[in-house]
Nanobody
């Protein structure tokens, strides 16, 4: 009965920054690989960033490398995504994902809208 709640989305101008957060509950957060996904209108859902259980390894989509930073706080059971130098192409609904043992348990948040526009 895991739950994930995203926050921090909104409207920002190109070149601006946003920080997304995901609050987890109902499961042992530190046992789960955490990820951010996004989906733009007319496009498939894509993986944006991933961080391992202890937070010692991360992976990013090529399109966001150098601009986005994923982090986690296991004591607070929160996942974060710092987004800098935002581009209109980053506009999408961003989803928090928790994954235990290669998908034996998976939880999704409801998503938060990020709009990059002047």
């Amino acid at each position: 009965q895991g739950q994930l709640v995203e926050s921090g989305g909104g409207l920002v101008q190109p070149g601006g920054s946003l920080r997304l957060s995901c609050a987890a509950s109902g499961f042992v957060f530190s046992f789960y690989t955490m990820s951010w996904y996004r989906q733009a209108p007319g496009k498939e859902r894509e993986l944006v960033a991933l961080i391992t259980e202890v937070g010692d390894s991360t992976n990013y989509a090529d399109s966001v490398k150098g601009r986005f930073t994923v982090s986690r706080d296991n004591a607070k059971a929160t996942l974060n995504l710092q987004m800098n130098s935002l581009k209109p192409e980053d506009t999408a609904v961003y989803y928090c994902n928790a994954n235990f043992h290669q998908g034996t348990r998976v939880y999704w948040g409801q998503g938060t809208q990020v709009t990059v526009s002047s």
